[in-house]
């Protein structure tokens, strides 16, 4: 069964450091979403990318966020200064329609 | 505004017994519910999804229900086994969105015992 890979499971990094997290949606998938679950909380939409550009984010997604589709198959999240509370599990998911949703398994992010 | 609600927050049950979780949502306008089951540090596996339409939806040992006119749902597990502990989580779309469409409740943790 086709899959949603992101990578690196978990990610360590220091205060005000830039950290790129990385996935790989399904290949025929059109629509491409960031969440994040912050320990214990539910899961908040970040945002959501299709045709080359962020179509829908969060108040959450602000200037520190970036995301890019930097060659047809990857899709990665650029936090640019990170502060402790970005600590948090980031979930990529994409979908065909909008309609049928795949998550990986998650990118931990420690910011020490 | 737009809020999801399960009951309850936790459930421990013995392995081979049933359990029934229920979702309260306050999302307009709706497009669809969905439950899913998170594993500890894993992303949500979607589990069912139902429509305005659909009163019911099975997989397997999991039967979710949906009432729109009180909107409200329920995911009933029969015969629980070990494996099944894990978060069951609801989540409601928005109408004709992508991305924030995707509306998630706090989850139920189930505990299953032997």
């Known amino acids: 069964e086709p899959e949603v890979t992101q990578t690196p499971s978990h990610q360590v990094t220091q205060m005000g450091q830039e950290v790129i997290l990385r996935c790989v949606p399904i290949?025929?998938?059109?629509?491409f979403y960031w969440y994040r679950q912050i320990l214990g909380q539910k899961v908040e939409f970040l945002v959501s990318?299709?045709?080359?550009?962020?179509?829908?984010k969060s108040e959450i997604f602000d200037d520190q966020f970036s995301v890019e589709r930097p060659d047809g198959s990857n899709f990665t999240l650029k936090i640019r200064s990170t502060k402790l509370e970005d600590s948090a599990m980031y979930f990529c998911?994409?979908?065909?329609?909008?309609?049928?949703?795949?998550f990986g398994s998650g990118t931990r992010l420690t910011v020490v | 505004k737009n809020q999801v609600e399960q009951s309850p927050q936790s459930l421990i049950i013995l392995e081979g017994k049933n359990c029934t979780l229920q979702c309260n949502y306050t999302v307009s306008p709706f497009s669809n519910l969905r439950w899913y089951k998170q594993d500890t540090g894993r992303g949500p596996v979607s589990l069912t999804i139902?429509?305005?339409?659909?009163n019911t939806k099975s997989n397997g040992r999991y039967t979710a229900t949906l009432d729109a006119d009180t909107k409200q749902s329920s995911l009933h597990i029969t015969a629980s086994q070990l494996s099944d502990s894990a978060s069951y989580i609801c989540v409601v779309a928005n109408r004709h969105q992508a991305g924030t469409a995707l509306i998630f409740g706090k989850g139920t943790t189930l505990s299953v015992s032997s």
């Open positions: 290949s025929n998938h059109l629509y």
């Open positions: 990318f299709y045709n080359n550009e962020i179509s829908e």
């Open positions: 139902m429509t305005f339409s659909e």
């Open positions: 998911a994409s979908s065909v329609e909008g309609y049928g949703y795949t």
